[in-house]
């Protein structure tokens, strides 16, 4: 959470922060700000304020900024509300400072320093900067090897020194910071989204090491003084894949590019037809010889854990626990050196994730990652990664992370069940054959988003809304569920279509719409008759079904037929009707769709 960006090159420094800020904004967007050291006036600059970069932008226009070398922040806020004064860059005496993370001992450094009647603010960030300050002997390394050595929990600070103008400082625990060097000029960043427009080449900052840029270049060095060699990493993504493309939110290009990102996903992966990690360097033997799969993600990334365990519990006949990484530790995991965890995660930074990750691995067990965002703290934790390729994802709202996870996810069961005997390759094959036919089913249900917007029109009004199925079909709404409530601002549950009336049918009315999937042939009939049970008490349903499956049914009800899959792939295409539909109800209130209020796309806090 919180993006945070550092120049020092040869272009004027604002257009460059400014800009950068805007591709971090998804990382938080209660406030922006920036600090720039002018040379020629020998100070530091700062303009900051509560809301966006929007906003930033604005405040910065009428000024005079001449200036090439700064650093930027955009936040989410924790320790202080949302105000212009606990806006960062945060600057105490001689020191100015950008934070993401958390600085849980802010209260007793306060006291200990006697900083109260120089803090402006109510944040643990400034806190930071003044203990920096209360420090500082006009040896920066000396200064922060000393203040970090006190702080507790996490960090990624940016420091400006008033008297080493050109000079950005940057030190971490935790939270993460990459770095690169291009033509133009020296640059870190809280990711590298921010860093794509310049180059594709990248280091990740390694932890408590001290990281420097000048007009010199980088240099980087231990807690000893000695000098790290970065080691630099490449990045695939195009250097404007995080533009909108034309779009009018990152959420629809992001929707729209889902055949591809899947393609991109496995295309690598197939050889001969069987899935083949080798490129990945994840051996057969981590699929041979757990004896427990234990899935530790948040959110969406949880949701596509859920598939995995339904495929593995059908296919494999192998019970797989799926833990709400924020829990994990907190609840007695069984875990051990025969258990795989297999570490989910978009951004790589989820903290509760990682977290998760590290307290497995301490018990012995062995570990996979299935990340978007190459060399993050989660891909670095783990013993094995596969990448999902699905390029920048910028929008809050996750949808081609989910679905690209869920294409590595078939490859992995697949790969299961060929390594540990349970398929012949015929079947392993027949199945990997009918995973490269859904970027086809995706389009297929992208060409026809028109109909979709038009059933999204008829939930505009609805305050609260049901989501039911059974099996694959339930578990794929829990994600759909998430995805209208946090874009649209609807109360949705997901419900199994059996539990309904087992207490929460009592909320359904005519004014409740319920969204239906039924892509499951096996227990199709029973979805129908609970569909059936909610139609009779007034209920309006919008049916997302298998078209194949659809002759049975009484066309009373709106329906949108999706493409025929094996039962396994519908989770796909569904999920990306249940995409389109959330996208549209928020696009249709007029909503910020990427930007969905009190969230932020990196959770770096627990
Ligand atoms: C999804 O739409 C979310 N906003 C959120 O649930 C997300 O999936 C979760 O925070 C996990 O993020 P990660 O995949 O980056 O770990």
Request: charged share 25%; proline share 3%.
């Amino acid at each position: 959470m919180c993006g945070i960006i550092g120049y020092t090159g040869k272009e004027e420094v604002k257009e460059i922060l400014l800009d950068a800020l805007e591709s971090l904004e998804y990382r938080g967007y209660d406030s922006a700000g920036i600090a720039v050291s002018d040379q020629e006036a020998e100070e530091i600059q700062i303009f900051k304020c509560a809301g966006r970069v929007s906003d930033l932008k604005r405040v910065c226009a009428d000024e005079e900024i001449h200036a090439k070398c700064g650093i930027g922040h955009t936040r989410w806020a924790t320790h202080g509300g949302v105000s212009n004064v606990n806006a960062h860059p945060h600057q105490v005496g001689r020191v100015t400072v950008v934070h993401n993370g958390i600085i849980e001992n802010y209260k007793e450094l306060a006291a200990e320093y006697r900083l109260n009647g120089q803090l402006k603010s109510e944040t643990d960030s400034e806190v930071a900067a003044a203990v920096l300050n209360a420090l500082y002997n006009g040896n920066p390394r000396e200064t922060i090897y000393q203040a970090v050595s006190r702080l507790q929990g996490t960090f990624a600070l940016v420091i400006l020194f008033e008297d080493f103008p050109g000079r950005i400082f940057s030190i971490r625990n935790v939270s993460p910071i990459v770095a690169t060097q291009s033509e133009e000029g020296c640059m870190l960043a809280s990711d590298v989204t921010a860093l794509c427009r310049f180059t594709n080449r990248y280091f990740v900052v390694p932890e408590y090491c001290l990281l420097e840029l000048s007009e010199d270049g980088i240099a980087l060095s231990d807690m000893q003084g000695k000098a790290v060699e970065p080691e630099y990493m490449e990045v695939n993504w195009g250097l404007n894949s995080s533009d909108k493309g034309g779009y009018p939110f990152y959420m629809e290009k992001e929707i729209m590019e889902q055949p591809e990102a899947i393609q991109n996903t496995i295309q690598n992966r197939i050889v001969d037809g069987m899935p083949d990690f080798t490129e990945d360097g994840v051996p057969d033997s981590l699929f041979v010889n757990c004896e427990r799969v234990c899935v530790v993600a948040c959110g969406t990334a949880m949701h596509a854990g859920l598939i995995a365990q339904s495929l593995v519990k059908s296919i494999l006949n192998m019970h797989m626990d799926v833990e709400l990484a924020s829990e994990y530790m907190y609840t007695d995991p069984v875990v051990d050196e025969k258990t795989l965890v297999i570490a989910i995660s978009q951004s790589g930074e989820t903290i509760d994730t990682l977290e998760a990750l590290k307290y497995a691995r301490k018990q012995g067990a062995r570990s996979l990652a299935i990340i978007n965002v190459k060399g993050s703290s989660i891909a670095r934790a783990s013993e094995y990664v596969l990448y999902t390729d699905a390029g920048p994802e910028m929008a809050v709202a996750s949808t081609k992370a989910y679905t690209t996870q869920l294409a590595l996810i078939y490859l992995i069961v697949a790969k299961m069940a060929q390594v540990r005997g349970v398929w012949k390759e015929k079947q392993v094959k027949e199945y990997i054959a009918e995973l490269k036919r859904v970027p086809s089913a995706i389009e297929k249900v992208l060409e026809r988003r028109k109909e979709i917007h038009l059933i999204a029109k008829n939930i505009l009004e609805a305050k609260d809304l049901f989501m039911i199925g059974r099996g694959l079909d339930y578990s794929l709404l829990l994600e759909g569920s998430l995805k209208l409530k946090e874009v649209s601002y609807i109360h949705s549950e997901a419900y199994a279509s059996g539990e309904l009336k087992h207490g929460p049918i009592a909320l359904i009315t005519n004014h409740t719409p319920v969204v239906a999937v039924v892509t499951q042939t096996r227990i199709m009939q029973k979805e129908i008759s609970n569909i059936k049970e909610v139609q009779s008490r007034g209920a309006r349903v919008i049916l997302f079904i298998k078209g194949e499956l659809l002759q049975s049914l009484r066309q009373e009800i709106e329906i949108f037929t999706l493409p025929n899959l094996r039962d396994e792939f519908m989770v796909i295409p569904a999920s990306v009707a249940l995409q389109l539909m959330a996208y549209y109800v928020s696009s249709d209130k007029g909503f910020d769709v990427d930007k969905p209020r009190n969230l932020a796309k990196v959770v770096t806090v627990e």
